[in-house]
């Protein structure tokens, strides 16, 4: 099975874990107690504290055992991993301090709370709970380089790759340098870092292939050096306890060019000595880099080694038991990582010799009695005795003669690279156009026919404009339709409201022009004063002209604008003017009935619109009563919607609280607050 590391929780330092524990059990139990409660209820109080935090310290230390592997329970492969990477031992003792802890939390816990049973105020209560937690966060403290360490582990085993050790492997293996990585680049979808200098990979690196369709995981190993296991460093014994407890095909990879820097001896001498870790897996030894040096060039004496290399790779492959000389090339072949050439004859060479010797483990187990006998091999029988040999068309009878007589399809590539190369040639592609008559792929298309550019027919944009067109015509026609509708409009009015019409499209124009010369300008005109405006437009005669059009009489606004002109009496004209005109107001109130318009009846009468009446005052900018009181009544219904919203007026753009923090905040059942 694979084991996801990934998934292990991150381990807080001693001083974050103390934190965290002594926050949580302020958030999440009472903080509040009081001298004059009976002494049981203070007991509770403070043992609930001890007891609330002696769970939370066992909890997350449980959870930090079950997290990490145990060494006695994971896979061998795993488990010397582990010793190798993290020292077995030192794992074990820090996985066993924080165990010991956990107990002696529980521990320390029982025997508080048996005291805190005991406690006759509500000092003595809180002393022991204040030793309690003390005395626990005291035994966490001292674990903190244990919990310093097993971090260090989590993160180094989250980067370890995911290697299962039951399924299909391929194990890449050798001297430093001799292109074991870049084998694996080739077969699968990793990306190893290659460098021409020695231990480029210092870890296990995997990758994925398929072959028959089924999923193989290839397994690259650091190179090993010639040495005593005792003298092996870190990186070396990595691929010792891969290649020790792997069931996996074997690739020992032998740089027959020396360019590793080791000699063809040194890498038999080193294959002679870790030859115990082959037993009972197929072996396969790879003749790399042979774009430098091909096999049938070594001297007698290094060809002799590498046969030798082969010969025993196939002893230990087969059991121990010698084969013929006829299966030299099930063990011994060749291939260059550069040139890509035997590369695949090494994967599927690799592959078949696993899936055969998986097969015959399988065939010598005990459960292979139950899955024969469970298995039919139906046998096809002649119907009668005619042939049917198989039907291959022509065309495939064709190529095949002609792929057997040595001829080469001349692909596109060839093309370039015979008519100089990418950047160079151009690909014909009219040689591959469909037409009726093959003679007219190479036909010029004419330019003029009749006397007439053909491009002149050929517009791309024909479809945009056709539309643009078509919306042209819909906009006149809708415009039309419109000013058909005002000249009915327009003959159905009689001369004065013609009159009016004039007046007020001849205004609109004069609007329009304004606020062109406006727009033209930028606004960035300067207010010119009343003493040099040319037109002298704000007149008083303009005012009595326009409010009178209105309805409205403007005479007192006229005499009042007139009288404001004087200097003298100024202040105490203005006083006499409004009083006279509030007398003459308050005259026709009297003179006029009192009549309520107000569409609510259940609604009190209230001074500003209860008892409104709405008489034909010309001072009020509206021409008749029923203006007036249309006008009061979409106040009063402006004004309830204001109030039903609770606004001020129309500039209240105030929110309220919707949840004030003093009746929102504060403990919780579920030790839950709305902000931490």
């Given at each position: 099975?694979?084991?996801?590391?990934?998934?292990?929780?991150?381990?807080?330092?001693?001083?974050?874990?103390?934190?965290?524990?002594?926050?949580?059990?302020?958030?999440?139990?009472?903080?509040?107690?009081?001298?004059?409660?009976?002494?049981?209820?203070?007991?509770?109080?403070?043992?609930?504290?001890?007891?609330?935090?002696?769970?939370?310290?066992?909890?997350?230390?449980?959870?930090?055992?079950?997290?990490?592997?145990?060494?006695?329970?994971?896979?061998?492969?795993?488990?010397?991993?582990?010793?190798?990477?993290?020292?077995?031992?030192?794992?074990?003792?820090?996985?066993?301090?924080?165990?010991?802890?956990?107990?002696?939390?529980?521990?320390?816990?029982?025997?508080?709370?048996?005291?805190?049973?005991?406690?006759?105020?509500?000092?003595?209560?809180?002393?022991?709970k204040r030793a309690a937690l003390g005395r626990m966060c005291t035994l966490m403290k001292?674990?903190?380089?244990?919990?310093?360490?097993?971090?260090?582990?989590?993160?180094?085993?989250?980067?370890?790759?995911?290697?299962?050790?039951?399924?299909?492997?391929?194990?890449?293996?050798?001297?430093?340098?001799?292109?074991?990585?870049?084998?694996?680049?080739?077969?699968?979808?990793?990306?190893?870092?290659?460098?021409?200098?020695?231990?480029?990979?210092?870890?296990?690196?995997?990758?994925?292939?398929?072959?028959?369709?089924?999923?193989?995981?290839?397994?690259?190993?650091?190179?090993?050096?010639?040495?005593?296991?005792?003298?092996?460093?870190?990186?070396?014994?990595?691929?010792?306890?891969?290649?020790?407890?792997?069931?996996?095909?074997?690739?020992?990879?032998?740089?027959?060019?020396?360019?590793?820097?080791?000699?063809?001896?040194?890498?038999?001498?080193?294959?002679?000595?870790?030859?115990?870790?082959?037993?009972?897996?197929?072996?396969?030894?790879?003749?790399?880099?042979?774009?430098?040096?091909?096999?049938?060039?070594?001297?007698?004496?290094?060809?002799?080694?590498?046969?030798?290399?082969?010969?025993?790779?196939?002893?230990?492959?087969?059991?121990?038991?010698?084969?013929?000389?006829?299966?030299a090339e099930q063990t011994l072949i060749t291939m260059s990582t550069l040139t890509e050439?035997?590369?695949?004859?090494?994967?599927?060479?690799?592959?078949?010799?696993?899936?055969?010797?998986?097969?015959?483990?399988?065939?010598?187990?005990?459960?292979?009695?139950?899955?024969?006998?469970?298995?039919?091999?139906?046998?096809?029988?002649?119907?009668?005795?005619?042939?049917?040999?198989?039907?291959?068309?022509?065309?495939?009878?064709?190529?095949?003669?002609?792929?057997?007589?040595?001829?080469?399809?001349?692909?596109?590539?060839?093309?370039?690279?015979?008519?100089?190369?990418?950047?160079?040639?151009?690909?014909?592609?009219?040689?591959?156009?469909?037409?009726?008559?093959?003679?007219?792929?190479?036909?010029?298309?004419?330019?003029?026919?009749?006397?007439?550019?053909?491009?002149?027919?050929?517009?791309?944009?024909?479809?945009?404009?056709?539309?643009?067109?078509?919306?042209?015509?819909?906009?006149?026609?809708?415009?039309?339709?419109?000013?058909?509708?005002?000249?009915?409009?327009?003959?159905?009015?009689?001369?004065?409201?013609?009159?009016?019409?004039?007046?007020?499209?001849?205004?609109?124009?004069?609007?329009?022009?304004?606020?062109?010369?406006?727009?033209?300008?930028?606004?960035?005109?300067?207010?010119?004063?009343?003493?040099?405006?040319?037109?002298?437009?704000?007149?008083?005669?303009?005012?009595?002209?326009?409010?009178?059009?209105?309805?409205?009489?403007?005479?007192?606004?006229?005499?009042?604008?007139?009288?404001?002109?004087?200097?003298?009496?100024?202040?105490?004209?203005?006083?006499?003017?409004?009083?006279?005109?509030?007398?003459?107001?308050?005259?026709?109130?009297?003179?006029?009935?009192?009549?309520?318009?107000?569409?609510?009846?259940?609604?009190?009468?209230?001074?500003?619109?209860?008892?409104?009446?709405?008489?034909?005052?010309?001072?009020?900018?509206?021409?008749?009563?029923?203006?007036?009181?249309?006008?009061?009544?979409?106040?009063?219904?402006?004004?309830?919607?204001?109030?039903?919203?609770?606004?001020?007026?129309?500039?209240?753009?105030?929110?309220?609280?919707?949840?004030?923090?003093?009746?929102?905040?504060?403990?919780?059942?579920?030790?839950?607050?709305?902000?931490?």
């Amino acid at each position: 099975m694979a084991y996801n590391f990934k998934s292990i929780q991150s381990v807080p330092t001693a001083k974050d874990f103390i934190d965290i524990v002594l926050s949580k059990t302020q958030r999440g139990t009472p903080t509040v107690v009081h001298n004059g409660w009976a002494i049981q209820r203070i007991r509770q109080f403070y043992m609930r504290k001890v007891k609330f935090t002696q769970q939370n310290w066992h909890d997350k230390l449980t959870k930090i055992l079950e997290d990490f592997p145990k060494v006695d329970d994971v896979h061998p492969f795993y488990a010397d991993l582990m010793n190798v990477l993290y020292d077995k031992d030192h794992y074990k003792l820090a996985l066993g301090q924080i165990n010991m802890c956990r107990n002696l939390i529980d521990r320390i816990c029982q025997d508080y709370v048996r005291l805190l049973k005991y406690g006759d105020s509500l000092y003595r209560c809180k002393q022991l709970k204040r030793a309690a937690l003390g005395r626990m966060c005291t035994l966490m403290k001292r674990q903190g380089p244990s919990l310093a360490y097993l971090e260090q582990v989590r993160q180094h085993m989250s980067r370890l790759p995911s290697i299962d050790p039951n399924t299909r492997t391929l194990l890449v293996c050798g001297y430093p340098n001799v292109g074991k990585s870049s084998f694996m680049n080739k077969v699968t979808r990793a990306d190893v870092e290659v460098q021409p200098y020695a231990f480029t990979t210092k870890s296990l690196y995997v990758g994925h292939t398929d072959y028959k369709y089924l999923r193989w995981q290839v397994i690259d190993t650091p190179g090993i050096l010639d040495r005593p296991l005792e003298e092996r460093n870190t990186i070396e014994m990595q691929s010792i306890t891969a290649l020790a407890h792997l069931r996996a095909a074997v690739l020992y990879v032998v740089d027959i060019s020396e360019q590793c820097g080791y000699t063809i001896a040194q890498q038999a001498t080193l294959f002679h000595s870790i030859k115990p870790l082959f037993a009972n897996k197929p072996v396969v030894i790879v003749a790399n880099k042979t774009d430098v040096t091909k096999l049938e060039e070594l001297s007698a004496a290094d060809r002799a080694l590498v046969d030798e290399m082969a010969a025993e790779a196939r002893k230990i492959s087969s059991g121990g038991t010698l084969l013929g000389p006829n299966d030299a090339e099930q063990t011994l072949i060749t291939m260059s990582t550069l040139t890509e050439d035997g590369i695949s004859a090494v994967k599927q060479l690799a592959c078949d010799r696993l899936l055969s010797s998986r097969v015959e483990v399988k065939l010598k187990g005990k459960r292979v009695g139950d899955v024969v006998n469970r298995i039919h091999v139906a046998m096809p029988r002649a119907r009668d005795g005619m042939a049917r040999p198989p039907v291959i068309p022509p065309g495939v009878a064709a190529a095949r003669a002609r792929r057997e007589a040595g001829e080469k399809r001349r692909t596109e590539k060839d093309l370039q690279e015979e008519q100089g190369g990418a950047g160079v040639y151009n690909s014909d592609l009219r040689k591959l156009y469909d037409l009726k008559d093959p003679e007219w792929r190479y036909d010029i298309m004419p330019e003029i026919i009749d006397g007439k550019n053909i491009l002149d027919f050929v517009d791309p944009d024909i479809d945009a404009r056709l539309e643009a067109l078509e919306r042209e015509e819909e906009a006149a026609a809708a415009a039309a339709a419109q000013a058909a509708d005002m000249d009915d409009e327009e003959e159905a009015l009689d001369e004065e409201e013609l009159e009016t019409l004039g007046r007020i499209r001849e205004r609109k124009k004069k609007l329009v022009a304004e606020h062109r010369r406006k727009k033209a300008a930028g606004n960035n005109a300067a207010p010119m004063p009343r003493a040099v405006d040319p037109e002298r437009s704000r007149t008083k005669e303009r005012m009595r002209a326009e409010l009178g059009a209105l309805g409205l009489d403007a005479e007192a606004a006229a005499e009042r604008a007139a009288r404001s002109q004087s200097r003298r009496g100024r202040s105490l004209v203005r006083k006499r003017g409004r009083s006279a005109a509030a007398d003459a107001d308050m005259a026709e109130a009297e003179e006029q009935p009192k009549k309520r318009i107000h569409s609510s009846k259940s609604r009190s009468m209230s001074r500003g619109r209860a008892l409104s009446l709405a008489p034909a005052d010309a001072s009020r900018g509206l021409k008749d009563a029923t203006q007036r009181n249309k006008a009061i009544k979409m106040a009063d219904k402006a004004q309830w919607k204001l109030g039903k919203a609770a606004k001020k007026g129309e500039a209240d753009r105030h929110i309220p609280d919707l949840k004030p923090k003093h009746l929102f905040s504060g403990k919780r059942p579920r030790r839950t607050t709305d902000r931490r």
